[in-house]
């Protein structure tokens, strides 16, 4: 058991954050505005918890410009998709 709680990742233990890494995970990438409407929070609330994400290395982003209007697209790494699976894997876990 304790094998498995050590898999546990505490930046998932948020929902709001485990919500944004299973849209990443499924989804080659999402705008701002479309997992602020997704995942029905506020802009500051989810910059709050993209940049979480980011400073464990777990999202990255892409700023551009479309029809002059900012859009910034978000994308779950390599290593944030594994300690994705790792997070989910330990929950199944105990769930057995």
């Known amino acids: 058991m304790k094998e498995v ?3 546990l990742d ?4 948020n929902r709001i954050r485990l919500g944004i890494m299973s849209a990443l995970v499924v ?3 999402l705008d701002f505005n ?4 997704l995942l029905g929070l506020t802009d500051g609330n989810l910059a709050s918890h993209l940049k979480t994400l980011k400073k464990k290395e777990y ?7 479309l ?7 978000y994308f779950a790494t390599n290593k ?4 994705f699976k ?3 894997n330990a929950i199944e876990q105990l769930l057995k």
């Open 59 to 65: 999202i990255t982003y892409k700023k551009e410009f």
């Open 27 to 29: 989804n080659d990438n």
């Open 67 to 73: 029809n002059r209007k900012p859009n910034t697209n």
């Open 86 to 88: 790792k997070h989910i």
């Open 5 to 7: 709680l050590k898999n």
């Open 10 to 13: 505490k930046a998932f233990e």
């Open 34 to 37: 479309s997992l602020k409407n």
């Open 80 to 83: 944030g998709i594994a300690a």
